[in-house]
């Protein structure tokens, strides 16, 4: 086999894993290209020549994987998300091992599904999702988890949502395929892959499969509503839908238009930006293509 690996030196805790991965891997005969980038580099460069590849290993966090799987889109490239960020939440949903050993394998024998993108587009650009994006709450969280991230690995999100229990509270104009809904609240989430942290489920449905993304805008007005679930979001302990949640109000679609009063700062995939609302969002059905384990491959083709 021919694989490229995009290492990203600025994700996570910086080590070496990935290497250790390469090593597992190889074999007589296969070709292990490894191109280390940072967050200055352009990841479009190192992809340019990334279809004479058998495969690509994006090594890094969800924002690397969502990069990588947006660069990607539409082109059939079998890609492999590494855990080698912070939280690894791309990894964690389609249940992918942890170890480089097991991955090693996987890049060999597992299956692969293709799965939906979110686009994102603000003043400064587009860029892809897999998992999440949206303004506000979330992505003030996101801003202020960014430089404990490395220290406190995954409970920075945590430690940043305890510190900002007041966010900025906006007039919320959101249209989803067309109908526009106006609501008081603190942000908007847009949901594609939907587990985060502790296998919590933020949307009443993971199916990233099914050319839609969740909207759920946050109504409450103080984040106590939406704490201790991590990223500022709401989950239902009783068992009921979050439709039901008086924190939110959940909306289903394919393109997305979001605009407030005041302006919020916008995320995705735990990626704050400069850009602040207003912007839109599409979904982009099965835009990419995921090497999976068994139990991924299960999941995902049972629903």
């Given at each position: 086999?021919?694989?490229?690996?995009?290492?990203?030196?600025?994700?996570?805790?910086?080590?070496?894993?990935?290497?250790?991965?390469?090593?597992?891997?190889?074999?007589?005969?296969d070709e292990v290209c490894i191109r280390c980038v940072d967050a200055d580099s352009s990841f479009t460069e190192a992809l340019a020549d990334a279809s004479e590849f058998d495969a690509v290993v994006a090594s890094g966090g969800d924002g690397t994987h969502a990069a990588v799987c947006y660069l990607l889109r539409n082109t059939g490239t079998p890609i492999l998300p590494f855990p080698a960020g912070t939280?690894?939440?791309?990894?964690?949903?389609?249940?992918?091992?942890?170890?480089?050993?097991?991955?090693?394998?996987?890049?060999?024998?597992?299956e692969c599904l293709d799965f939906d993108l979110g686009e994102i587009v603000t003043s400064e650009g587009s860029h892809g999702f897999s998992m999440m994006a949206g303004c506000g709450y979330d992505a003030t969280m996101m801003a202020d988890a960014r430089r404990d991230k490395k220290r406190w690995g995954p409970a920075a999100y945590f430690k940043a949502a305890f510190q900002n229990p007041n966010p900025q509270v906006a007039h919320?104009?959101?249209?989803?395929?067309?109908?526009?809904?106006?609501h008081e609240g603190v942000g908007v989430m847009l949901v594609n892959f939907s587990k985060i942290q502790f296998d919590i489920s933020i949307t009443p449905r993971n199916q990233p499969n099914d050319g839609a993304l969740d909207v759920l805008v946050l109504t409450t007005q103080t984040a106590w509503d939406l704490l201790p679930t991590a990223l500022g979001a709401a989950f239902d302990h009783s068992g009921g839908t979050l439709e039901a949640s008086n924190a939110l109000v959940y909306y289903r679609g394919r393109d997305i238009r979001v605009e407030s009063d005041p302006e919020l700062l916008v995320q995705y995939d735990g990626e704050p930006l400069e850009a602040h609302t207003p912007f839109t969002a599409r979904v982009l059905p099965a835009a990419c293509k995921i090497i999976v384990s068994d139990d991924g491959y299960k999941l995902f083709t049972a629903q």
């Open positions: 086999m021919k694989l490229l690996v995009l290492n990203n030196l600025s994700s996570g805790y910086g080590g070496d894993l990935i290497y250790d991965f390469a090593r597992s891997f190889a074999k007589t005969g939280a690894n939440l791309l990894c964690m949903n389609v249940m992918s091992p942890i170890e480089p050993f097991a991955l090693a394998q996987l890049v060999r024998e597992g919320l104009k959101v249209t989803v395929d067309g109908v526009t809904h106006e």
